[in-house]
Structures are given as C-alpha cells and as structure tokens.
C-alpha cells in the first residue's frame, strides 16, 4: 500500500524505537527507489480479497491474466507514486520539528557494577553427566562465542578440546580454592592453613594450579611432573573419576587411583574414587551382593535338654589312604572317618571305618555305643542336602541307601532301641550341625564342618601304617576339636 511505501521512504526519526529499526534494515537491504506502487483497479489480489462471485472470476481478465503492463518492459511499467518531501524540504517550506513530531536522540549514561563472585557461568556442569560430552558442549561453546568456523560441520578440534579442559579445570579451581589462586597470582606465600599449602603449588602459564613436587628433572612429561589440582567436592572431579573408571573397563579403586595420579591430584581421591565404584551400577551388577538366607526354626532335638549323646548326628570324612603290609610290597585301601556330633552339646567322637560295609559301620556304631553310651535318636543327612560336588560327602547316604545294608542298620538300631532319622529334603537347616555350609567356624552349626576340614587337612594324603596308629590320631584329633572355642574371640 501506499502508506508503506511512505514508511519506506520517510526517515526512521518519525517512528518508535522497534517500527525504525525495521525500516531502517529494509532500507539496507533494498534502496526506496526500487519500490513501485500498483493500483488498486489493476491489483490482481484486490479481486480475491475484496469478494467476486465465482461466476465473475471465470472470465476477470485480471485475475487470470494480470495487468496489461505486466507484460510490456518494466521501463514501460507505470510509476504514479511520488517520494514524500524529504526533512530539508518541508523545513524550508517552514515546517518545524514539532509539526513532524520528530524522536530526538537522548544519550544516556548508566554506570553499573558487577559481582564477579555471585554471576552464574555460561555452562551448568551440574547438568551433565559425562565428563566427555561436557568438555565437547563447552568447545561449541567458544567456537560460537568466538565465531570461529561457526557454520562449519568440521569435527572439533584437538585445541578446541584442549581449551575448553583448561577453562573448566580453571573455573572448578577458582570455586574451590579462591584464596589461594590470588595469592598465587600476587605471588604472595600460602598460610600454613592452605589445604595445597603442603603442595608447594603453582600457577603455570594458562593460570592453572599444579603442584610443585620434584619430578621437575624427571623424563616424564609436563602433566605427570606436575598434576592438576582439583578438590575431591567439585562436581567436575566426579565427571573427571567416573570417566576414567569407564575407560579402564571399571577397574578397581587401586588402579582407577594409579590411572588419575598421572594427571589429576584430587584432595580426599581415595575416599572420593571408593564411594563413586561402590555407587557404579555396573559395577553392582558384575558383582552383586549375596543375600543371606533367613533360616528356619531349629528342629526340637536342637534345643531341647537332654543328656549327652543321646541325639547324635553321624557323617563321614574321607576317604584317606591306609598303608597295609611290609615295606616292600605294601597293600593300600580307603579308609574312612565316621564322625558322631552330639546334637545338643555338639561335642564331638570319632571313629575309623575300614570300607563301606554295613559290619564296617554297625562295628563303628558299637564301639560308639560301647564308649559314648546308647542314643536315642541318630540323624544322617537326607539325598537333596548334599550339594556339594565332592563326593565324599556322599558316602553315608549311598552306603544307608543299599537295601541289604539298610537292612541290617535298622534292624541293628530296632533292635538296640534307636531310631534313625534322616532331615527332610527341603531343610537343610535341620543338619546344619554336620552340614559344611556355613562361611564361619564362630557358630556351633559348624563344629562337624570344622572337624572334617581338620582331619581332612591333617590325615589325607598321608599313607597310613596301621589301624592302630589313625586311632592315636583320631584322639589327637579329638583332643584338639574339644579345645576350639565357640564363637571368635573378642578384640576388647
């Protein structure tokens, strides 16, 4: 319209503030002269802005077709608009700057101070959870601000990368060690009080701090020779730990220590690095915690009083070898250890047992009866509570199992007033006296355990001579079990 095309050629001193700023870039980009003014009578978007039936527009040789003009050479093209009078022009005529209403430049001096302690920085590390992403974010950042290369797809640089560590490592240690960086750059000496006091710290030639040391004639590198020094408080030293912890395959704290110590000496480090790797989810996941089984209620023959050997639990330990004959020409067979566990004073007895035969364990039976007295009830484990892969510990129930042997143990036990149980399949914790499950010799659960470990430890291996002489070891043994104590003992 006309009335803009006057904006357009009129001076931006008779508009606001936002109306001359536009003006002002269209008259840059494109000079008034070569704005052109179109009548309304031969304007094709009047025809369809300003209403037509549908039968008019069929045949309206404007809309279709446009000016006649439109189609001659644009010298020919009609330039009916005049340029308003320019400011010179009406002020000659007389025209003051009131009549124009003309916006006067005022000048304007505003003085303002600024806190350099409580602005906020351009980059939030806080938001970031990789150490590797936050150094690349903040190198677009300065490439940006810096405007250089900055509508280039060219991948960042190793300056780039390397400036935007040094600004970061720069703004964490201004955070935590504000004092001391200005005493520094005064070159002024560290109160005793200084937590980098003891560094002998410095500042190198891009302001960061290092520590002084005295590797300075060594034939490491600048980095090695002199670390970086972060607080272990500082969100970047989190980044810092957890990314070398990712890039050693999550190593341990030893090594994830060793590995930052090259570059990095971060105040609290250790205690720093043990608390981010025991937080590492995959970490907890390559090495969970084993829960602790919640066991049930012990069997009654467990708890309630009686006297001694009269519930008695039986395994057997071995086999060990046994040496037979003369030097020359020894025979050697198994033997084994039969080992009776009183149920409710878990003391212990042990007997030799020559094979696996029911009159090798009836006789084993006998002499236990014959010296310990006759109990009332004998427990052997059940088949589904052995799940240990050592198939020794198989043997009672194999050998309990064969019918002719079973046979004669029960009648043997029937016969004598015994009764002879076995814990149920599904309760392992009804054995746990003889069972070797448990992680700890402190609990009466293990004395059997305990005992089989001794023996096995003391006796295999070794070629036995005489049954005489494994039955002086089997009171040694005795002896040695009865002097354990019961649970650990106490530091205080």
């Known amino acids: 319209s006309s009335i803009v095309l006057y904006w357009i050629y009129g001076t931006s001193q008779r508009f606001k503030t936002f109306e001359a700023n ?5 008259q840059d980009l494109i000079p008034p002269q070569r704005w052109k003014h179109v009548d309304g009578l031969q304007n094709p978007a009047d025809v369809g802005s300003r209403g037509i039936l549908a039968k008019e527009i069929k045949e309206h040789p404007l809309w279709w ?8 050479n644009q010298s020919n093209w009609p330039s009916k608009f005049t340029a308003p009078p320019s400011l010179e022009a009406l002020q000659s005529l007389g025209v003051t700057k009131d009549c124009l209403q003309l916006k006067e430049k005022e000048e304007v ?3 303002t101070t600024t806190d350099t302690a409580s602005t906020e920085p351009v980059i939030d590390i806080t938001r970031y959870s990789s150490y590797i992403q936050l150094v690349r974010v903040t190198a677009w950042v300065f490439r940006v601000v810096t405007r250089s290369n900055l509508f280039s797809s060219t991948p960042l640089a190793v300056s780039e990368l390397s400036k935007a560590k040094t600004w970061l490592i720069k703004q964490a240690q201004a955070q935590m060690f504000p004092n001391t960086v200005k005493l520094l750059k005064k070159k002024n000496p560290l109160p005793l009080s200084d937590p980098v006091q003891s560094l002998n710290a410095f500042l ?12 300075s004639q060594s034939m ?6 002199h670390p970086l020094v972060l607080h272990g408080k500082h969100y970047l030293s989190t980044l810092i730990i957890q990314s070398e912890h990712k890039r050693l395959c999550h190593a341990g704290p030893k090594l994830t220590l060793g ?8 105040i609290s480090a250790r205690r720093v690095v043990r608390k981010l790797i025991r937080e590492c989810v995959v970490c907890k996941r390559a090495s969970p915690k084993i829960t602790t089984q919640l066991m049930g209620q012990l069997p009654s ?6 006297f001694a050997n009269e519930r008695v639990s039986v395994d057997y330990a071995g086999p060990f070898t046994l040496k037979i004959g003369s030097v020359r020409k020894p025979t050697y067979r198994k033997a084994y250890v039969a080992v009776f566990v009183c149920l409710v004073t878990t003391s212990c007895h042990i007997e030799l047992v020559s094979d696996l035969s029911a009159e090798a364990f009836l006789a084993t039976l006998r002499r236990f009866v014959s010296r310990r007295g006759k109990p009332m009830q004998i427990w052997s484990d059940n088949a589904t509570c052995f799940r240990r892969t050592d198939k020794d510990l198989r043997e009672l129930y194999r050998l309990l199992q064969r019918p002719d042997i079973k046979e004669s143990v029960m009648n043997f036990c029937s016969f004598q007033g015994i009764q002879w149980k076995f814990s ?8 746990s006296v003889w069972e070797n499950g448990m992680e700890t010799l402190s609990s009466i659960d293990m004395i059997l355990s305990s005992l089989k470990t001794i023996v096995h430890q003391l006796v295999n291996g070794l070629l036995l001579e005489s049954q005489r002489f494994i039955l002086v070891q089997m009171n040694l043994f005795e002896s040695l079990l009865y002097k354990r104590r019961l649970a650990p003992s106490s530091d205080r």
């Open 22 to 26: 536009r003006i002002a870039k269209i």
């Open 65 to 72: 077709t446009g000016p006649d003009w439109l189609k001659q």
């Open 109 to 111: 001096t505003l003085q």
């Open 204 to 215: 190198d030639k891009d302001g960061l701090l290092r520590v002084g040391g005295r590797l």
């Open 220 to 225: 490491k590198d600048y980095e090695s020779q």
């Open 259 to 266: 590995s930052l110590q090259d570059t990095y000496h971060i």
């Open 301 to 306: 023959a467990r708890v309630l009083p009686t």
């Open 424 to 431: 149920p399949p599904t309760g392992p914790h009804h054995g």
